[in-house]
């Protein structure tokens, strides 16, 4: 059973740091495309940053500068970087895994290319 688990969210003010986490119990782990979304309350789930199958990043435009992705294939890791962090950025925050077949560079904000989904992690950034 394919498992996704975040951590790291939480409340800090505005300008403050966080560090989110997104272990995976994928076999295959190294095949998948990987992508953070958030949904903040009253709008819709969006992308925010991505990692495709040959390690190529994207960024929404409103974290560009600020948030980084990164994964560690040895332990089946996906992180988000978010630094200088703004009340706009509060929302549940979701990693999600899709096949790096399907999941193309210009794909990684499209949910429904995404087979597998974690429960979310909760970031609130007070101003």
């Known amino acids: 059973q394919v498992q996704l688990v975040e951590s790291g969210g939480g409340s800090v003010q505005a300008g403050g740091s966080l560090r989110l986490s997104c272990s995976a119990s994928?076999?295959?782990?190294?095949?998948?495309?990987m992508g953070w979304f958030r949904q903040a309350p009253g709008k819709e789930r969006e992308g925010v940053a991505g990692?495709?199958?040959?390690?190529?990043?994207r960024y929404a435009d409103s974290v560009k500068g600020r948030f980084t992705i990164s994964r560690d294939n040895t332990v089946n890791t996906l992180y988000l970087q978010m630094n200088s962090l703004k009340p706009e950025d509060t929302g549940m925050y979701y990693c999600?895994?899709?096949?790096?077949?399907?999941?193309?560079?210009?794909?990684?904000?499209?949910?429904?290319?995404?087979?597998?989904w974690g429960q979310g992690t909760q970031v609130t950034v007070s101003s």
């Open positions: 994928l076999y295959t782990y190294s095949w998948y495309s």
């Open positions: 990692l495709d199958g040959v390690g190529r990043t």
């Open positions: 999600a895994a899709g096949p790096w077949s399907r999941v193309t560079y210009d794909r990684l904000f499209e949910s429904e290319n995404f087979d597998y």
